[in-house]
Structures are given as C-alpha cells and as structure tokens.
C-alpha cells in the first residue's frame, strides 16, 4: 500500500490558505495563495505526513489515492 497520488478536492469546499498543510509537510505541500501539491515527489516516502496533512485539513480538500483508489480525510 502506497500513497500515489496527492491532490486538492474541491468539489465541495475551498482550500482556506491556512497553510497548515504545508507546516505539517513541506516537502509535499505550498502555500503560495491557495495549497498546491508539488510535482515529482515520492508521496509513498511521506504518507504519514500526507495523513496528518488531510486529516488536519481544516475544510478537508486534501485528497490522496493509495494504489489507486482514492481516499478523502474526513
Ligand atoms: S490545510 Fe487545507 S485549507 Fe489549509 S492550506 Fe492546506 S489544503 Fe488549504
């Protein structure tokens, strides 16, 4: 089981820029303006960050997918 791919949900709510996301795993997330996941990262070497990222997601956009099936925090 590995996290392969990262990504914003918004379907239903807006990233908030809090940027907790990026305090818990910057080698994953920025917060420029709103969360972006950055490119070219090895999400399986930091899926217990990716974890706490989404499930400390205030408005819980941040979605993630484990060996193709997607999952959502909250
Ligand atoms: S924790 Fe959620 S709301 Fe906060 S910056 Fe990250 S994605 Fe946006």
Do not use: H, Q
């Amino acid at each position: 089981m590995a996290i392969t791919k990262v990504w914003l949900d918004e379907s239903e709510n807006e990233c908030s820029m809090c940027g907790a996301c990026e305090a818990v795993c910057d080698a994953v997330f920025e917060v420029p303006e709103k969360a972006v996941v950055k490119e070219g990262v090895d999400f399986a070497a930091y899926e217990a960050e990716i974890k706490e990222a989404a499930d400390g997601c205030p408005v819980a956009v941040i979605a993630y997918a484990v060996d193709g099936a997607s999952a959502r925090a909250n």
